[in-house]
């Protein structure tokens, strides 16, 4: 039943960025930046699929996803510093947001700060939970959206070229959601893992300069 629940989304999502072009990709990413269960894996690439069919242009499937992904993002800060964490805690769970998932990207943003911003826009589960501890701790929103659109754009190019390479190896992957995901998603392990590669190097890197710090 939720396998064919998420289908049913998916072919959804799919019609909306097929029949809605960039304003649907904005809406879309939006949501998938905020706290709804929108993967952006099934956005950007068939946007991009789109863009190789000359349906949109593929700087513009860039930039409406990274404008979407702001704006989601700056939504989420917006309600968690009006809100504050208590209410975050207790209803959060309500909207996809559980108190453990919440503690752990204020841990996150707490051990990282504006680097962290960045480097979640990379990162599952994290990307889409890391403007509520933002919010939180009243982080300068222009430092925030700064990071966050930095961010967003790098992941929203990765998944637009391999979203467009992927469609001139498949031909007719927009018929089959499913099989598009799939082949996205064994196409670029490689390059999401190097991401994950400089992540870690990079946290790495803040671990090591705070323990020479306190010597």
Known sequence: MIHEML??????????VESGGYTAVVILMAMESSIFPVPS???MPPAAILAAQGKMTFSGVIAAGTFGSWLGSAITYA?????????VMRYGKLF????EKVERAERFLERYEAGGIFFARLLPVVRHLISIPAGIVRMRFGIF???TVVGSFVWCSVLAWYGKGVAERNPGLMNDP????KAIKGESLWLIGGIAGLCALYFLVLKLTARHKSA
């Open 7 to 16: 289908h049913g989304w998916i072919e959804t999502w799919f019609h909306w």
């Open 96 to 99: 996809f947001c559980p108190p």
């Open 145 to 147: 959206s700064l990071m």
């Open 79 to 87: 309600v968690a510093r009006w809100f504050g964490r208590p209410l």
């Open 41 to 43: 894996e099934v956005v």
């Open 178 to 181: 499913e099989g598009l995901i």
